[in-house]
């Protein structure tokens, strides 16, 4: 494994017409790979900084340094040969799915994965706490199921043991299975031996990340697909847990394992082709500690609409209400990774009774609706929030045609921190005939406001 440091520089980039005092002052980190959009990975823990990144070589890099100190300790974890994609498991290619993730586990020692698209396992772990120059590869958790892993997650249960959540099989035709961390033995078990979400061999689940809801249970959101073409998903259902063993419908009634499209409850029966895309849905919670999902379908006129829904009084269902009135179609198909032309923000209720939920679209601009908490109902539209980002590091520094800003972000003890880098947009997961050349990685520390969460991936 190959290590180097590098000082830290601070400069006010991206200038213009704004005065100096007003445009963050960015650490550079490294030149991340430009060829096409992957989420990288930024964690804040211990009083230290961790960037996972593709650097120009297309190589996983790790970066860290304590906060407020003047240098990156950076290191590229070693790969082995990735037969099915013809290069070494530590390099990506042409793939938006083969995100970065990170994470740390009682003892502080770090954990990462990714890379993996319907690939062998791909994982590595610290030997000593916050320590990247001890990374070392661990290429297997159980030993089973670990030949065609995707979407790798890091989360922690009520008692902060490390989880670990991640598909095995492929589009269309996979399940989800969750392991647990034992730092004691260093070693990782299955916390059920069946998977949690089993498509039969007939389709697989796109699952938010379980979220811990204000009732102490852990609550999952999920829409079935049928083939690798995205407009085949289907069936937004829904289930919670407090320990990811026992699992529940929203009435309480206990729900068995494997979890299969006839036993999720369902939160919205649409059908394949009737909308349901798995980068826009969101969870949210009401003052009764009930779920609250929002999520794009078409309506009976085959137009794009955003839903809210939320289990009924009744005996049985989700009451569901339009929040919009638009009059256009996102037409999606296919596969690959896709570009959203809709995005939907998870309900935020206020002290006031109210539900705010923020949208963007295409082709209808963006905004904030207000939402009655007791009756679903929108009473009215509101402008947009500002931007996530400052004004300055909205804009484009390459000259090559076509980049776009990419952003990633993490918060601790009050403060808010944005990785940001800048890429070509997505291209289905197809090579293209050149790149730009690598550029500038650098976090920046800003204001800890709220910012909406990033879309999801398209297959």
């Not at 017409?17 to 990975?41: E, K, Q």
């Not at 949208?359 to 509101?382: H, S």
Request: aromatic content about 10%.
């Amino acid at each position: 494994m190959k290590i180097i440091t590098s000082l830290l520089f601070f400069s006010a980039v991206l200038g213009g017409t704004r005065a100096a005092d007003d445009i963050p002052r960015g650490s550079l980190i490294g030149r991340a790979w430009a060829g096409h959009p992957v989420s990288f990975a930024l964690l804040t823990h211990g009083g230290k900084q961790f960037v996972a990144y593709y650097d120009a070589e297309r190589r996983i890099t790790v970066a860290s340094r304590k906060l407020g100190a003047d240098e990156w300790t950076t290191v590229h974890p070693e790969g082995v040969p990735n037969a099915a994609h013809q290069r070494p498991s530590n390099v990506i290619d042409w793939d938006s799915h083969n995100y970065l993730r990170l994470a740390v586990d009682r003892e502080g020692c770090l954990h990462l994965a990714g890379n993996m698209h319907v690939d062998p396992l791909v994982y590595y772990r610290t030997r000593a706490p916050l320590d990247i120059t001890t990374l070392e590869r661990v290429d297997r958790m159980t030993g089973e199921r670990e030949t065609r892993c995707t979407y790798p997650v890091f989360f922690k249960n009520a008692a902060g043991d490390l989880l670990f959540r991640y598909r095995d099989g492929g589009s269309g035709n996979g399940s989800d299975l969750y392991n647990i961390y034992d730092p004691a033995t260093r070693a990782w078990r299955r916390v059920l031996e069946t998977p949690v979400l089993e498509g039969e061999g007939q389709r697989n689940a796109y699952a938010l990340d379980p979220m811990l809801g204000p009732d102490g249970r852990f609550h999952l959101v999920w829409m079935w697909r049928d083939t690798p073409d995205c407009s085949t998903n289907n069936t937004l259902s829904y289930v919670r847990s407090r320990d990811f063993i026992h699992w529940e419908n929203s009435r309480g009634e206990a729900v068995p394992l494997p979890i299969t499209l006839a036993r999720g409850e369902v939160i919205d029966a649409a059908k394949p082709k009737e909308g349901l895309i798995n980068m826009t849905f969101g969870l949210g919670f009401d003052a009764q500690q009930r779920p609250v999902a929002t999520y794009h379908r078409y309506d009976a006129q085959g137009r794009s609409q955003a839903y809210i829904a939320r289990p009924s009084n009744k005996a049985s269902g989700w009451d569901a209400r339009a929040l919009s009135a638009w009059d256009f179609r996102w037409a999606f198909s296919g596969g690959g990774s896709i570009t959203a032309e809709v995005t939907l923000g998870a309900p935020q209720l206020g002290a006031d009774g109210f539900f705010l939920v923020d949208y963007w679209t295409e082709k209808a601009g963006a905004g904030r609706w207000r939402v009655r908490a007791d009756t679903l109902e929108r009473v009215a539209e509101l402008p947009p929030l500002p931007p996530a980002l400052p004004q300055a590091l909205q804009r484009v520094e390459s000259v090559y045609p076509g980049v776009e800003v990419q952003s990633a972000e993490s918060r601790a003890d009050g403060h808010r921190y944005v990785l940001r880098w800048e890429t070509l947009p997505r291209n289905r997961d197809l090579p293209r005939s050149e790149a730009p050349p690598a550029g500038e990685l650098r976090v920046y520390e800003l204001p800890d406001g709220k910012s909406a969460g990033a879309a999801r991936v398209g297959s």
